[in-house]
């Protein structure tokens, strides 16, 4: 995982909930008309909206 | 008196922890919403800080901010005795980043932390273990299990509060790997309380479901503002009724007894009839904020509102804002975005606030007919109600779209990210404390500036005529000052006065006019506000022309003092304050236009 947002404070916070590299996350819920995604990483649960979800960049994980 | 300070995430529960530290029956100067500002109360001979909660000590919001500097500048000034750092035991790794920062933080100053391990009901009830004293040893600090809930473990907290506690010193910066580690070492695995949050996520996050409930939810909500609270509100009136013609009758006839009957009980008990609502709206918002549910709704809106220039995080605000605008405007300290939040402080103004409730009851029930529409399943008068609070929104929602696509609104933005807490069932304790405190809030503050006016106006009206002869007094002779203005309109002077009266504060209104006939109906003031407006020849549509006005106009002197001491400007409030004076006046004017 790694994360190029243009906001620098929202990278800082992002990393600091866990969105770090090697850290498994789950896209858990789409929410309606294309707005924020909710994402389950190890310390929760976070909606992130997609300009947001777009800057963070995964690997796929098989199976 | 020693002072200790209460810090934790946002939704570990530290809120509670402190209501049931300092017995929740302290005055707690909170607004109900979400915890903006510190909050104190006392503990035997200890004084407990609780701070809005925060991830970690880089704040990124307006709330973050202020609990974040204030905790620092308590910490350098040796103002603490201890800090109690709140964790919850089903996000360990989260609640320990958060809690090795504060251990850091706190022994640059040489004040010691003590952890409350606080969700332990939650723990317990599904059979997860931890391991405390591995927890202990590693923080070398107390680690203490409790469950703010049930009250689990409060004594063992109480006692360590008094205790003297050691200050551990912590080399490492590695705040984020170091939390990771030990949650993995001593934690539950909480996997399975995962599963049963995705469950409820599926369907109030679902596209088709999730909107249908979101819009059923609010439409409870409203409904049971105006159905549950009425026989509270009859009760309120019936109570006011018997205690003004009681006491009026302990008075000789003359000047004293007016005074009571029509200043006192015509003007003041007049908007104590509103409070079963405040009551009920305080409720509910708690209920749905507590159950977790409030933060779906933000993430569902966030897509909509952000077209208007707002923010999923600005639905919080709004919708408190049916209550009052003032909490309302502390709330949106938790928007992110800098622009998004000056967006969401000027449609604030605009959702219909319960003093505004006063006024539409007081109009509708003057204008609108009590039938049923619809096969007799809505009423046309609730259905007015609903339209007033829609054309609110409508209103809002348009000079937000439009201020947020010019060059006037080019602050710094920033992205949305809220986290979803695990869903709850909410205790009714504090439910029920934030609610009566609220009511409170509103009676006492709206009270005092109700009592000035209306006794000015009650001295302004009766002399120098004295009962019966208002026509002549000095109210009279100001108001027909105000008539050009009012005539376009349709309204008399004693409108006038009314409105401008209510420019402090919108209950005013009705208290000034149940004040004013009551002077001029001399002894016969028993009769209901509601026939002596309809006796007094005003037309429907300028009854409707002072509805659309009372939507628009921001009549109160408190919002504007909070949104100065929330922007640090008078220029914003001034502008808000004038511009939608004038657009109240035109819209007024268009709808006497079309009514008439």
């Given at each position: 995982?790694?994360?190029?947002?243009?906001?620098?404070?929202?990278?800082?916070?992002?990393?600091?909930?866990?969105?770090?590299?090697?850290?498994?996350?789950?896209?858990?819920?789409?929410?309606?008309?294309?707005?924020?995604?909710?994402?389950?990483?190890?310390?929760?649960?976070?909606?992130?909206?997609?300009?947001?979800?777009?800057?963070?960049?995964?690997?796929?994980?098989?199976? | 008196?020693?002072?200790?300070?209460?810090?934790?995430?946002?939704?570990?529960?530290?809120?509670?922890?402190?209501?049931?530290?300092?017995?929740?029956?302290?005055?707690?100067?909170?607004?109900?919403?979400?915890?903006?500002?510190?909050?104190?109360?006392?503990?035997?001979?200890?004084?407990?800080?609780?701070?809005?909660?925060?991830?970690?000590?880089?704040?990124?919001?307006?709330?973050?901010?202020?609990?974040?500097?204030?905790?620092?500048?308590?910490?350098?000034?040796?103002?603490?005795?201890?800090?109690?750092?709140?964790?919850?035991?089903?996000?360990?790794?989260?609640?320990?980043?958060?809690?090795?920062?504060?251990?850091?933080?706190?022994?640059?100053?040489?004040?010691?932390?003590?952890?409350?391990?606080?969700?332990?009901?939650?723990?317990?009830?599904?059979?997860?273990?931890?391991?405390?004293?591995?927890?202990?040893?590693?923080?070398?600090?107390?680690?203490?299990?409790?469950?703010?809930?049930?009250?689990?473990?409060?004594?063992?907290?109480?006692?360590?509060?008094?205790?003297?506690?050691?200050?551990?010193?912590?080399?490492?910066?590695?705040?984020?790997?170091?939390?990771?580690?030990?949650?993995?070492?001593?934690?539950?695995?909480?996997?399975?309380?995962?599963?049963?949050?995705?469950?409820?996520?599926?369907?109030?996050?679902?596209?088709?479901?999730?909107?249908?409930?979101?819009?059923?939810?609010?439409?409870?909500?409203?409904?049971?503002?105006?159905?549950?609270?009425?026989?509270?509100?009859?009760?309120?009136?019936?109570?006011?009724?018997?205690?003004?013609?009681?006491?009026?009758?302990?008075?000789?006839?003359?000047?004293?007894?007016?005074?009571?009957?029509?200043?006192?009980?015509?003007?003041?008990?007049?908007?104590?009839?509103?409070?079963?609502?405040?009551?009920?709206?305080?409720?509910?918002?708690?209920?749905?904020?507590?159950?977790?549910?409030?933060?779906?709704?933000?993430?569902?809106?966030?897509?909509?509102?952000?077209?208007?220039?707002?923010?999923?995080?600005?639905?919080?605000?709004?919708?408190?804002?049916?209550?009052?605008?003032?909490?309302?405007?502390?709330?949106?300290?938790?928007?992110?975005?800098?622009?998004?939040?000056?967006?969401?402080?000027?449609?604030?103004?605009?959702?219909?606030?319960?003093?505004?409730?006063?006024?539409?009851?007081?109009?509708?029930?003057?204008?609108?007919?009590?039938?049923?529409?619809?096969?007799?399943?809505?009423?046309?008068?609730?259905?007015?109600?609903?339209?007033?609070?829609?054309?609110?929104?409508?209103?809002?929602?348009?000079?937000?779209?439009?201020?947020?696509?010019?060059?006037?609104?080019?602050?710094?933005?920033?992205?949305?990210?809220?986290?979803?807490?695990?869903?709850?069932?909410?205790?009714?304790?504090?439910?029920?404390?934030?609610?009566?405190?609220?009511?409170?809030?509103?009676?006492?503050?709206?009270?005092?500036?109700?009592?000035?006016?209306?006794?000015?106006?009650?001295?302004?009206?009766?002399?120098?005529?004295?009962?019966?002869?208002?026509?002549s007094s000095w109210l009279a002779?100001?108001?027909?000052?105000?008539?050009?203005?009012?005539?376009?309109?349709?309204?008399?002077?004693?409108?006038?006065?009314?409105?401008?009266?209510?420019?402090?504060?919108?209950e005013v209104f009705v208290g000034?006019?149940?004040?004013?006939?009551?002077?001029?109906?001399?002894?016969?003031?028993?009769?209901?506000?509601?026939?002596?407006?309809?006796?007094?020849?005003?037309?429907?549509?300028?009854?409707?022309?002072?509805?659309?006005?009372?939507?628009?106009?921001?009549?109160?002197?408190?919002?504007?003092?909070?949104?100065?001491?929330?922007?640090?400007?008078?220029?914003?409030?001034?502008?808000?304050?004038?511009?939608?004076?004038?657009?109240?006046?035109?819209?007024?004017?268009?709808?006497?236009?079309?009514f008439s």
């Amino acid at each position: 995982m790694a994360i190029e947002v243009s906001h620098p404070a929202t990278g800082q916070r992002l990393r600091d909930l866990g969105f770090q590299p090697g850290q498994p996350v789950t896209c858990v819920q789409r929410s309606p008309m294309g707005g924020p995604r909710a994402f389950k990483i190890s310390s929760g649960v976070y909606a992130l909206d997609q300009e947001l979800a777009e800057a963070i960049r995964i690997e796929l994980e098989k199976g | 008196m020693d002072q200790i300070a209460i810090v934790g995430k946002p939704n570990s529960g530290k809120s509670l922890l402190f209501n049931r530290l300092t017995g929740l029956r302290q005055k707690v100067s909170n607004f109900p919403g979400i915890t903006v500002e510190v909050k104190k109360g006392q503990v035997q001979s200890l004084i407990l800080a609780d701070f809005p909660g925060i991830y970690t000590f880089e704040a990124m919001t307006k709330d973050e901010v202020v609990s974040v500097k204030k905790f620092v500048s308590e910490l350098e000034n040796n103002n603490l005795k201890l800090v109690i750092c709140v964790l919850d035991a089903t996000k360990l790794a989260a609640s320990l980043r958060l809690g090795l920062e504060v251990q850091y933080k706190a022994a640059k100053s040489n004040v010691p932390v003590l952890f409350a391990m606080n969700m332990m009901d939650v723990i317990d009830s599904n059979n997860l273990k931890m391991d405390f004293q591995g927890l202990q040893e590693a923080l070398g600090a107390h680690v203490i299990p409790v469950s703010a809930k049930t009250g689990f473990g409060f004594d063992t907290l109480k006692q360590a509060m008094l205790d003297q506690q050691n200050v551990r010193a912590v080399d490492s910066t590695d705040f984020y790997n170091r939390s990771q580690e030990l949650a993995k070492q001593f934690g539950p695995q909480t996997d399975v309380l995962f599963l049963r949050q995705s469950r409820f996520d599926r369907i109030f996050l679902s596209p088709i479901i999730g909107v249908l409930a979101f819009v059923l939810i609010m439409l409870v909500l409203f409904q049971a503002i105006f159905t549950w609270a009425t026989p509270f509100m009859d009760f309120v009136e019936w109570v006011m009724n018997s205690l003004g013609a009681t006491t009026a009758h302990f008075f000789p006839q003359g000047m004293v007894r007016d005074f009571v009957a029509d200043a006192i009980f015509g003007g003041i008990g007049s908007f104590l009839v509103f409070v079963p609502q405040i009551f009920f709206l305080t409720l509910i918002v708690g209920f749905l904020e507590d159950s977790g549910y409030l933060a779906r709704a933000a993430m569902i809106c966030h897509r909509p509102l952000k077209w208007f220039g707002l923010s999923g995080k600005s639905f919080i605000p709004l919708l408190t804002g049916h209550a009052c605008a003032i909490p309302a405007i502390f709330a949106t300290r938790a928007v992110e975005s800098p622009r998004r939040r000056l967006m969401t402080i000027l449609a604030v103004p605009l959702m219909s606030c319960s003093a505004r409730l006063p006024v539409y009851a007081l109009l509708i029930a003057a204008f609108i007919p009590q039938v049923t529409v619809a096969g007799g399943l809505l009423g046309l008068q609730g259905l007015a109600f609903f339209a007033l609070y829609l054309f609110g929104i409508v209103m809002a929602l348009l000079v937000t779209a439009l201020l947020s696509r010019t060059p006037l609104n080019q602050g710094e933005d920033a992205p949305f990210l809220l986290e979803l807490p695990p869903y709850r069932l909410p205790h009714w304790q504090p439910l029920l404390s934030r609610s009566l405190n609220s009511c409170w809030q509103f009676i006492s503050k709206a009270g005092a500036i109700i009592f000035v006016v209306t006794v000015v106006v009650w001295i302004l009206g009766y002399f120098p005529g004295g009962a019966g002869h208002m026509e002549s007094s000095w109210l009279a002779s100001m108001g027909h000052w105000l008539e050009p203005i009012l005539q376009p309109m349709g309204l008399n002077w004693k409108y006038g006065v009314a409105i401008l009266a209510s420019f402090l504060a919108r209950e005013v209104f009705v208290g000034t006019l149940g004040t004013m006939f009551g002077i001029e109906g001399a002894e016969e003031n028993m009769v209901g506000l509601v026939e002596n407006i309809q006796n007094s020849g005003l037309t429907m549509a300028s009854g409707v022309s002072l509805l659309v006005f009372y939507v628009i106009a921001l009549q109160c002197v408190s919002t504007l003092a909070v949104m100065k001491k929330e922007l640090g400007s008078y220029k914003i409030p001034t502008l808000v304050f004038v511009s939608y004076g004038l657009m109240a006046y035109l819209c007024s004017l268009i709808a006497y236009q079309i009514f008439s």
